[in-house]
């Protein structure tokens, strides 16, 4: 067991998790199964090559970089419940212990990681987009739905300008769907990036808003305080100029005039994407990934379990706090200090 302890936040459970499921499953030039630890930093690092989601602001034991397994343990349910959070470090690694649960995760001291960091920080700037709350709801409940979700890497394309919108289309043909996101904007010149949608919806879950991209064609970046979600970009496509389909789900979406800059070229066919095909739906005959939907559902309610666990931990320390308050001044009142002496 490592010599000391120190208290860890509950968030690092989320980004143990959430960074593991980055992790590539197999290794080529770097040793991409693994995590980086960085323990300066405060940082927790998982990629695959094609995305990397950097999670910060902890407090970590290591002085220096560990690379560890990434392992699918820190989303159980069971941990949950589980008010305390520890770490600590042994000569092999890293220990983590939460109740009567303890993980040790050893080091690859000869571990080749890629600079994430560095490759965050050429990416970053440039055209930026923040997405809207709402528009945000919208794309997360909407964007397995919409066509082209069972093709090769799920495109849809974003238009970070004025005013925003996103576009999406099946390869078979068909009327896209293309939807003006009323809520939010961008700052920069005018640019169109094609993506997998499901870092898209990823990127979102996780709670990212803001995006941005130095160069058009290059990685987009998304930040959120100090976490940040990096993801390649598709080779754009090119689009015909049929009228698209208006979602009815938002009564702003328009069709796409013959003027909206949405020309793309050829799919770059080395892009491989991060999950199988989604299934389609035989309920109403559109593309629709199970899989994605119960991993979104379980994280919504993986933190709600996890913010009510605190609430309630919060509640229970006022209490003591209000208990020992009161009986400390019943003691004073008891010793009648105000009376002459």
Known sequence: LPEKWAPAERSLLNALHEAG???????GRYDLTRLQIRGQAGQIIGTDGRQALVMGGFRLPAAGDLHVPAVPLFGMKE???????????????????????????????????????????????????????????LLLS???KWPGAGDDHSPVTLLAGEPCRVRARSAEGGRPVDIRLAGSSHAGSATL???????????????????????????????????????????????????????????????????????????????KPPDPHPAPDPADGDSFDPLTEAEALRAMLGEALARSSRLVAAMKNHRRQRKAIESAWSSLRQLNLGAGG
Request: with cysteine.
């Open 21 to 27: 499921r980055c992790a590539a499953g197999e290794n």
């Open 79 to 137: 941990w949950a419940g589980e008010p305390a959070v520890q770490v600590g470090l042994t000569p092999e690694g890293l220990c983590v212990r939460l109740g009567d649960w303890l993980v040790w995760l050893a080091d690859a001291k000869e571990a080749r990681f890629p600079d994430v960091a560095g490759v965050i920080k050429r990416h970053a700037g440039g055209t930026k987009l923040r997405i809207g709350d709402d528009d945000a709801a």
């Open 142 to 144: 909407s964007l397995p």
């Open 193 to 271: 990036w094609t993506m997998d949608r499901r870092y898209l919806h990823r990127a979102l879950l996780l709670g990212f808003r803001e995006f941005s991209a130095r160069k058009s064609g290059e990685s987009v970046v998304a930040a959120r305080g100090p976490h940040y979600y990096l993801f390649a970009l598709l080779a754009p496509d090119p689009l015909d100029d049929a009228p698209a389909a208006v979602a009815p789900a938002r009564p702003e979406a328009a069709a796409v005039s013959p003027d909206t800059p949405f020309a793309r070229s050829p799919r770059s066919s080395s892009m």
